[in-house]
DNA sequence: CTGTTATGAAACTAAAAGGTTTCATATCGA
DNA sequence: TCGATATGAAACCTTTTAGTTTCATAACAG
C-alpha cells in the first residue's frame, strides 16, 4: 500500500532527458498529453508512454477530465533522490575531504597518515 | 577540456541500482576491480563496464598501481543532481505549495484563484 | 445519430543496456 | 625466462528502451 507496487523507480525515471523536461513542464501547470507533446518532437504516444513511467515511479498523478487527462507533477518522489545524494554530501563539502574521510573510517586512529599521496597500497 | 566529453551523464550513471552500490562501496575506500566484482553476484568484465560508466560520468577516477588499477569515488558530478532536485524543492517543502507555486506563476495577479480545485479547465 | 477529438493499447522496430565468454597484454614473483 | 595474476577489449547474446504506426473506445458538439 505504501509502495505502490512500482515497475520503475525515480532513478529510472528521471534518467531520460526528455521525462526530465516533462516534469518541468508539468511543474507549471497541470496539463493534457497532447498539450504536453506539443513541446516535443516526438509522437503523442512516446510521450503518453514517458508518462506511464513517471506515473509508475509516482512523479505524476493524472485526473480525468471530460475526455481528456490531466497529469500534474507530485514532487514527493524526488525526496528519495534527496536522501540518497545527502549521503555523498559530505565528499564534497569542501577541502577536507580526505581528512574527514579518513578520520570516519580510521576512528582517529593514525591521524596523520593518508594526508599526504601516502596511497593504502603499501599495506605489507 | 571542462567537461570531459562524456557518453554518460550523471543521470544515466546512477539509474542502475549495480552501479550505485558500486558508489557507495568505492566510497569508503579506494580498490581494484577484482575486489570490486568480489561483492557482485556477475563478472569481473560486468563490473569492469559499469566503472568506465562511472568513469564517464566522472563520478569515479582512475589510478595504475602496478598492475592493478584501483577506482575510487568522485562525488562531484552529483552536484549537478542537486541543482537539479533544488528546483523541484519548493514543490514538497509543506503544505503551502499550492499557493506557492500559485504566487510564484501568478506574480501575484488575482491572489485567491487555485486555492480551491478551481482548475485551469474552466478556461472559456 | 454522426463526425470529430483525446487517449491508451497493441504490435512492431531499431538501438542501447547489461551480461557472458574468450583473448591479448602487462606486471609480478621466483 | 616462465607461470600466475589483473585487467581491458572484442565479439556475441538477450532484454529493455524509446519510438512509430495503426486501431478501438469514450466523450463532445451539432
Redesign the pocket.
Known amino acids: 500500500m505504501a509502495v505502490p507496487s512500482q515497475k520503475h523507480d525515480v532513478f529510472?525515471a528521471i534518467?531520460?532527458p526528455?521525462r526530465r523536461q516533462v516534469l518541468k513542464l508539468l511543474g507549471e501547470q497541470e496539463m493534457?498529453?497532447?498539450v504536453i507533446s506539443g513541446h516535443f518532437p516526438?509522437?503523442?504516444?512516446?510521450v503518453?508512454?514517458?508518462l506511464?513511467?513517471l506515473a509508475d515511479a509516482g512523479l505524476v498523478k493524472?485526473r480525468k477530465v471530460?475526455?481528456?487527462?490531466r497529469y500534474r507533477l507530485d514532487a514527493e518522489p524526488l525526496m528519495e533522490l534527496k536522501r540518497w545524494l545527502a549521503y555523498y554530501e559530505r565528499y564534497w563539502e569542501n577541502k577536507l575531504n580526505v581528512l574527514k574521510r579518513f578520520v570516519e573510517a580510521d576512528d582517529g586512529k593514525s591521524l596523520f597518515a593518508g594526508l599526504e599521496p601516502v596511497d593504502p597500497e603499501t599495506k605489507e
Chains 1, 2 share one sequence.
Open positions: 529510472q534518467a531520460d526528455t493534457p498529453v497532447t516526438m509522437s503523442r504516444t512516446a503518453s508512454k514517458h506511464r513511467i493524472e471530460g475526455r481528456e487527462t
